[in-house]
């Protein structure tokens, strides 16, 4: 453990001055302060009263593999576990791990991402500590052309895991995006891989904003992400989260696999804030009216025709009314 | 430069006594037997007299990556050029120069591959110096329903290849095995990644089996394998092959981005020999008939419908007469 951490471990609750601190570890008062600053971006909290000193007032919460698994009361999801303090993204994780032959089930998990990955080439923003940056490796007996389901499947999981945790009325916009009052707090990404036309693996990309404040967005996102601690107003246990999240994923994982993508289709349907909505995708403008038995988006043409579409970037227009 | 070779380059044509040898690189004549015995299998030829000595009568094929650039006229096939001794397989470091951001056109060549990847997870053999064992990384922008597409390419434009550069006259077996005269001289396996719905790279393994003599086949392949040299009756030059290969699998691929699927079908469709013949895979029995525009092979039943089939392992029953 740090020294600086073990000091106020063997002071507990007390206000340690500056210069105390500095005497004690033997460095200058300044890289006392530089530390203090570290340790708060890794999410541990001080009191600093001018003139008295520090207390550390906060840990960071930190997620344990050991206690996660404890919890986890799935077949196979999340098993084995890796956990990283930092990766580049989750997802590059998995692709290594895949090449060295991961098996289905496997979780990688991040307190941080420094090059986080969202759909379209975009990056993922994942601060230490307050989100759920993960990769699920899934390796299921399908056709390359059912991989959408995937996409879909997971989203269904997240939204209805959330919903029952939090009672956040979490909703669905197409193809993956959740949405709580317009504003998006969570990405999904998977990535597939195909020998041929069979579907070898797929590494589920899930980043959930769990307990990021305002101030952790950057400012292109602070009108368009949210977090559930911002939107049902207290914060949730990651840990506690990700188990539900898992249990709730190999449910709806094994229903696919057992009976196709129709349940799927109708809870995705039941959960979607994307159908009966104007949608302009890619040259094609009309109404949204369901997903069909491929996954894709059927959209009702002013002409009366309807055609399907695929995952992509859709720019909802105004809403239906 | 090795210190055997050295010597026996320094005395061109000449006979070399083992003593001599020995003597001047004061080595053992043991160490002098293992050496020769090692470079043998690399692709050396010695003479060997007994009480005489051994002379260096041939050297091995090696590619070399200068001279098949020098050949190279393509605009991106086979640039940059990644050439190797030895791999575990050509796909799987393209796999991990993907993930370290491979561009379009990168070739990654092996002499040998110890773990080299066939169909359905079947092993590849791979001996050295004799073959081509290559994949061919490629992105392009087409939907991921496309896939198939061009795993038929890659087949038709190595089947026009070995036509156009030996006058054998392959075939393609649906989906992309070459035969001739009824055996296997080369295999095709393409891996592809999705991000959601969007194709994001495809590695194309290709392995010919160029100047393969019967001894270098395994006993399981004797009777369904072959190579160019066995089938044409002389050796072929592997950087003319491949640099023809490249440039002629560049011609279709650029008049598919172009035109589509359409002409790729229809010269797989002359250049096939599973069409016209009774076809068993996966339940389903009847007369392959063509491809769909998927890329799915069309197999007529016997109660007279038509299912599209994609790619898996078909048995050919008996040939329609």
């Known amino acids: ?30 890289a006392v302060w530089k530390q203090i600053n570290r340790l708060r971006e890794e999410g ?24 996660i698994l404890a919890k986890l009361k799935t077949n196979k999801l999340g098993r084995p576990l890796f956990l990283f303090d930092q990766l580049d993204s989750t997802q590059n994780e998995a692709q290594r791990r895949l090449s060295e032959g991961a098996e289905e089930g496997s979780l990688i998990l991040a307190e941080e991402q420094t090059a986080g990955k969202g759909r379209l080439g975009r990056s993922w923003h994942s601060p230490p500590g307050k989100g759920l940056w993960m990769s699920l490796i899934l390796k ?9 389901h995937l ?38 990404l998977l990535e597939t891989r195909l020998e041929e036309e069979r579907l070898v693996s797929v590494a589920a990309g899930i980043g959930i904003c769990v307990n ?47 009976e196709g993508f129709a349940p799927i289709r109708t809870v995705w349907e039941a959960l979607s804030t994307s159908l009966q909505r104007r949608v302009a995708v890619g040259g094609v403008e009309g109404m949204a009216v369901g997903l069909n038995e491929q996954g894709a988006l059927l959209v009702r043409l002013d002409d009366g025709r309807t055609v399907p579409i695929f995952s992509s970037n859709i720019a909802e227009s105004t809403p239906a009314g």
Chains 1, 2 share one sequence.
Request: proline share 6%.
């Open 44 to 67: 541990y909290v001080f009191d600093a009263v001018p003139r008295v000193g520090y207390k550390l007032a906060g840990k960071p919460d930190k997620l344990q593999a050991s206690s």
């Open 212 to 258: 990021l404040e305002q101030a952790d967005f950057p400012a292109e996102l602070q009108d368009k992400a949210t977090s559930l601690m911002l939107a049902g107003g207290e914060p949730v246990d990651r840990e506690v989260l990700l188990v539900a999240f898992l249990e709730e994923m190999e449910h709806w994982y094994e229903l696919y696999l057992r």
């Open 140 to 148: 299921p007996d399908i056709p390359f052309a059912s991989a959408p």
């Open 151 to 188: 996409t879909l499947l997971t989203a269904v999981a997240l939204c209805r895991c959330i919903r029952r945790l939090t009672k956040i009325e979490a909703l669905i916009k197409w193809p993956n995006d959740l949405l709580v009052a317009g504003k998006k707090i969570s990405g999904i």
């Open 1 to 30: 453990m740090n020294r600086l951490l073990e000091l106020f471990a063997s002071r507990p609750d007390q206000y340690l001055s500056g210069e105390e601190i500095s005497r004690t570890l033997g460095v200058s008062r300044s």
